[in-house]
């Protein structure tokens, strides 16, 4: 219970959010797994040159989670609901940035 009454100030704040992004925020298993293949790929090259040569080892480790491309679609389409609920809680933030 203490931990419910010590955590309650941060908690309270979240269920503001709309149903949609909550639900995504509280599915993190693909971002673990992503955050697992990142750092699997970085422990493995032990240390870099250079940054640019960090960000590629990242870059790589990111796309060959998804090499045929397909994924970016189906990810959308479980994204959609979340995306629109995010750009409309954040003033359109998201749909600035793509223009």
């Known amino acids: 219970?203490?931990?419910?009454?010590n955590a309650w100030a941060e908690f309270v704040p979240f269920l503001q959010f709309d149903v949609e992004i909550?639900?995504?925020?509280c599915t993190t298993n693909a971002i673990e797994s992503v955050n697992a293949r990142i750092r699997r790929a970085v422990r493995a090259r032990g240390h870099f040159p250079s940054e640019a040569a960090a960000l590629k080892c990242i870059y790589l480790a990111v796309?060959?989670?998804d090499p045929t491309?397909?994924?970016r679609?189906?990810?959308?389409?479980?994204?959609k609901r979340a995306l629109q609920a995010f750009d409309i809680a954040f003033d359109g933030c998201l749909s600035a940035a793509h223009n």
């Open 1 to 5: 219970m203490r931990l419910w009454e």
């Open 22 to 25: 909550r639900r995504i925020v």
């Open 63 to 65: 796309m060959s989670l």
């Open 69 to 71: 491309g397909k994924g």
């Open 73 to 79: 679609k189906r990810l959308t389409s479980r994204w």
